[in-house]
C-alpha cells in the first residue's frame, strides 16, 4: 500500500482565487481551494473516507474507478491551497483522509463528493459539522458525524450510523442497522432487518420490509418524541420501545401473532386486535396475547397513548 497527496487541480477558476466562499452551513470568510482526482478499484474494492468541518457524499456509478472532487478550506488562501488530502491506496482498497493542521486557529475544512463503482464496500465514513450521504453501496459499515444529518439509500449490508444534531434516515437498506443521534429524528424505510435506534427530544419512524432472517429485537428507545413502527407479514422478532411524553402507534398486519405488554400513564391503551387476557389489562397497562401468542411486543411511555393498529 502506497501513501500520496492527493494533487490539488483548479476545476472553476472563480473558486480557485483567493477570496471568500458560502458553504453548506452558512460560514464565510473562508478561502478555499478546489480539487480533483481519480483512482482504479473495482467493484467489490474497500472505502473510508476521514474529513472535517464538511459533508461527504458517496455515490455509486458504472466505471471501475474512483473519482474525488470537493472543496478544501482554510484561513487564508494559502492555508486553504497547502491543506493535505491523504490518499493511501491498494489494490483493492482506497482511504481518503483530510489531515488536520497543527495550527487549529481559523476555519480549516474540506467537502468531498466521491463517485465509486457500484457494491463497493465502504469501512468508514466520519466527518464533523456536516452532513453524510451515501447511496448504492455496501457494507458492512460505520457512519459517524457530528451536527449533521446521515442519509444512507440502496445500500446491501450492515449500518452503523451516529450523529449528534441531526437526523438519520435509512431507506432501501438490506441489512440490520444501529442508529443513534440526539436532537434528531431517525427514519428507516423498507429496511430488510432488524433495527436499534436511540434518538432524544424527536421521534422514530420505521417502516420494515419483508422480514428478514435475524434474531436481533426490534429495539427503539427515545425522549419526548412519538414512536410509528410498522411491522411486516410474519413479523417474528420482538420489539421494545420505550419513549416518555410522546405517543407510540404500532401498525401490524391482520395475522400478527404476538404476545404485548404495554404500559402508560395518565393516558390510555387501544387496540384494534382482539386481545386475551394474560395478566392484567386496564386502561393504561395491557398484559395479553395476540392471535396464537409469539414475539414480544414491549412498548412503554408516559402521559401519552398506546396504539396497536391493524392494517
Not at 457494507?139 to 446521515?150: D, K, L, V, W, Y
Request: hydrophobic share 35%.
Amino acid at each position: 500500500m502506497r501513501a500520496t497527496l492527493l494533487a490539488p487541480v483548479l476545476v472553476t477558476a472563480l473558486l480557485g482565487t483567493a477570496g471568500c466562499y458560502i458553504d453548506d452551513f452558512g460560514s464565510f470568510g473562508r478561502y478555499s481551494k478546489d480539487f480533483h482526482e481519480s483512482y482504479p478499484l473495482k467493484a467489490g474494492g474497500r472505502l473510508s473516507i476521514e474529513t472535517f468541518n464538511g459533508s461527504v457524499e458517496v455515490s455509486a456509478w458504472d466505471q471501475d474507478s474512483v473519482d474525488v472532487s470537493g472543496t478544501k478550506y482554510g484561513p487564508t488562501q494559502q492555508a486553504a491551497n497547502d491543506l493535505k488530502i491523504q490518499t493511501d491506496t491498494g489494490p483493492d482498497s482506497l482511504s481518503i483522509r483530510a489531515v488536520r493542521p497543527s495550527e487549529r486557529r481559523g476555519s480549516w475544512g474540506a467537502r468531498l463528493a466521491v463517485k465509486v463503482p457500484r457494491r463497493t464496500m465502504i469501512d468508514l465514513i466520519q466527518t464533523s459539522n456536516g452532513p453524510i450521504h451515501v447511496t448504492g453501496c455496501s457494507g458492512p459499515a460505520r457512519f459517524r458525524s457530528s451536527n449533521g444529518e446521515i442519509r444512507i439509500e440502496a445500500f446491501e449490508g450492515s449500518v452503523e450510523a451516529q450523529t449528534s444534531n441531526g437526523q438519520v434516515e435509512l431507506t432501501d437498506v438490506r441489512g440490520d442497522a444501529v442508529a443513534r443521534t440526539s436532537n434528531g429524528r431517525i427514519h428507516a424505510d423498507n429496511l430488510r432487518g432488524a433495527l436499534q435506534a436511540h434518538t432524544s427530544n424527536s421521534g422514530i419512524t420505521a417502516n420494515l420490509a419483508a422480514a428478514a432472517a435475524t434474531d436481533r429485537p426490534l429495539r427503539l428507545e427515545t425522549s419526548n418524541g412519538g414512536v410509528d413502527v410498522t411491522l411486516p407479514d410474519k413479523f417474528d422478532n420482538d420489539v421494545r420501545v420505550s419513549t416518555s411524553n410522546a405517543p407510540i402507534t404500532l401498525h401490524m398486519p391482520p395475522g400478527m401473532n404476538a404476545r404485548v405488554e404495554a404500559r402508560t400513564n395518565n393516558a390510555g391503551i387501544s387496540s384494534d386486535f382482539e386481545v386475551r387476557v394474560q395478566g392484567e389489562i386496564t386502561k393504561n397497562h395491557m398484559d395479553g396475547i395476540i392471535g396464537n401468542g409469539g414475539p414480544l411486543l414491549d412498548l412503554s411511555t408516559s402521559n401519552a397513548g398506546i396504539r396497536l393498529v391493524k392494517m
